[in-house]
Nanobody, 128 residues
């Protein structure tokens, strides 16, 4: 059974940093992509970043490019999202998701992958 456990959220001042973790169990990253999403109060869920478990290729939403970095630790079966220069508008519940490592940006899937497993969220609050 695919399970994802997100952690690392918290309260931070604007300009600060946090690192989120997504620990996976029940599968390995070889044929999967992992993505981070977020949902702010009253807003739709949006894709933040993705990484291919096969070749490590990454993608980012324009709003986080240059500030967030996604990475994989294969030994720990964990994906990280390093978030720097945080802004109040980054405040949201962050979720990680997994899906087959088949990148099809034209299909309309968020971040180019079809996500079929989701972890619980972790709250990130950025104060101004």
């Amino acid at each position: 059974e695919v399970q994802l456990q997100a952690s690392g959220g918290g309260l931070v001042q604007a300009g600060g940093s946090l690192r989120l973790s997504c620990a996976a169990s029940g599968f390995t990253f070889d044929d999967y992509a992992i993505g981070w999403f977020r949902q702010a109060p009253g807003k739709e869920r949006e894709g933040v970043s993705s990484i291919s478990g096969t070749d490590g290729s990454t993608g980012y939403a324009d709003s986080v490019k240059g500030r967030f970095t996604i990475s994989i630790n294969y030994a720990k079966n964990t994906v990280y999202l390093q978030m720097n220069s945080l802004k109040p508008e980054d405040t949201a519940v962050y979720y990680c998701a997994a899906g087959p490592d088949i990148f099809i940006p034209s299909a309309g899937y968020a971040l180019g992958y079809m996500w079929d497993s989701w972890g619980q969220g972790t709250l990130v609050t950025v104060s101004s």
